[in-house]
């Protein structure tokens, strides 16, 4: 059984700014370049929480790069796991993930890691603490002390190639839009709206708000203790295992915490940002279990400088597909999708949408924005193949990977918990890991207790 081995955390801390190389043109290297290294025969991969509404389609990409082999595979879920192993009938198995390092360790160099968001952290801080390659799923971490956590562990293993699930910023559209904004080529920016549909106010889903289920005994095929994993004791409930954990304050990260990879990432890409100074959120009605819905909520970073207009940078946030008003930005009559990233500029509007069609504004007008001087060539990338070919030493647009990642999730799960204070506006420290005005939201929404054996491992550097 797993020794549970503590490794000592690196004393090198996470700086402000993004890592050398981390934010390339999309011309050249990317966001993220890795080191030249020796190339695998293979890139042998253990799979953490096979089933599920996106593990497959992350493993389907995965193992049609030729470098790749899936040699463990890993799920609480006894029948997802007999399922999944049909395909791969060479790799070990196993129920719980300190099984696969303590006894198979030697069997795999990378992995991927797609279990309920509650469990991210435990599961990649232990494999980066064993020196493995970690593809994880967003939104990272559902704590935000994990963020300090995880960006510890990159800082003390930098050798180490991570990708966080982001796949939209594979679209060209993407790409552009960061592009734009780095080379301020609308001006600095003057404030953010981004917004995603959903969640719905009821019924059964992606996500789920129907009420609080009673107790149930957990199907026979799923080891609930397992699936619990660093999270305390807690009955089961009818369709957690399943979607509804998504929903939950225990976890979950809730709509806004859900999407913020998917949205947020071309503000902290073109912008560069670093930790919010505050949050506000408002909400129609905050809940002791499940997140909240109707939640609006405003990230205050610090601003001025080269990028950015005003003292402060403030980013609108919102579910329910609450964008904002056009006439009020000076733009045409028109509709926006129900999901999207808008940045106001200077010189111009900047419009986003998660699978990258892009639009432009100045003067209130369309424009082109492919005219606009100064804009690399970007194109379409897989970014699981681009992870795998990091891995393997190669040049590589490996765009969002956990140094960056990490931040993304900080800002997103801010937005989140912050409606548990509705109208209460929050000041976040990151160095103190507080809101260093509210000492209930500190006690509250900062991080969790662990159950025994699943404490958080720190990551040493190599020797």
């Not at 681009?386 to 969002?400: E, K, L, M």
Request: aromatic share 10%.
């Amino acid at each position: 059984m797993w020794s549970r081995r503590q490794f000592l955390v690196s004393g090198a801390a996470v700086a402000g700014t993004f890592a050398a190389g981390s934010l390339g043109s999309c011309a050249s290297a990317g966001l993220a370049a890795s080191a030249k290294r020796k190339p695998l025969d293979k890139v042998r991969i253990l799979h953490v929480g096979v089933g599920g509404s996106i593990a497959p389609y992350d493993r389907d990409q995965l193992k049609s790069h030729p470098d790749v082999a899936f040699t463990g595979l890993c799920d609480v879920d006894s029948n997802a796991l007999a399922e999944v192993s049909k395909s791969f009938p060479d790799a070990f198995t196993c129920k719980d993930f300190r099984e696969a390092f303590d006894q198979h360790a030697d069997r795999f160099d990378a992995v991927l890691v797609c279990v309920p968001d509650h469990n991210h952290a435990v599961v990649m801080l232990t494999a980066l603490a064993a020196g493995k390659h970690v593809y994880g799923q967003k939104p990272l971490v559902q704590q935000l002390s994990e963020v300090v956590a995880l960006e510890q562990a990159v800082a003390a293993r930098p050798e180490l190639v991570t990708q966080v699930g982001n796949q939209r910023m594979g679209y060209a559209g993407r790409q552009y839009a960061v592009e734009i904004l780095r080379k301020r080529l609308l001006g600095k920016a003057v404030e953010a709206h981004v917004w995603v549909n959903g969640p719905p106010d009821e019924g059964d889903g992606y996500f789920y708000y129907g009420g609080l289920k009673d107790p149930t005994p957990p199907p026979e095929h799923v080891d609930w203790p397992l699936w619990l994993g660093c999270a305390l004791d807690a009955p089961h409930r009818e369709g957690l295992v399943g979607l509804r954990w998504r929903s939950s304050w225990d976890y979950g990260t809730g709509q806004l915490g859900d999407w913020c990879t998917h949205l947020l990432d071309v503000l902290y890409f073109g912008l560069e940002l670093g930790s919010p100074e505050a949050v506000l959120s408002h909400t129609r009605k905050a809940s002791d279990f499940y997140h909240a819905q109707h939640v609006h909520s405003v990230l205050s970073y610090p601003g001025g400088g080269k990028r950015f207009a005003k003292p402060v940078f403030n980013v609108h946030y919102a579910d329910k597909g609450q964008f904002p008003s056009r006439r009020a930005l000076g733009l045409p009559p028109g509709e926006f999708s129900r999901t999207g990233t808008l940045v106001v500029c200077e010189e111009g509007v900047l419009y986003v949408e998660p699978e990258g069609k892009l639009e432009v504004w100045q003067d209130g007008k369309p424009v082109d924005w492919q005219t606009l001087k100064g804009l690399p060539e970007c194109k379409d990338r897989n970014h699981w193949h681009s992870w795998v070919d990091a891995i393997q030493g190669r040049d590589a647009f490996v765009q969002s990977p956990f140094g960056v990642a990490a931040r993304m999730a900080e800002g997103g799960l801010l937005c989140s918990k912050a409606a548990r204070h509705p109208g209460v506006e929050l000041l976040w420290d990151k160095s103190k890991l507080a809101f260093t005005n509210h000492q209930e939201a500190t006690d509250t929404l900062v991080r969790r207790e662990y159950r025994a054996g699943f404490e958080l491992p720190s990551v040493r550097a190599r020797a």
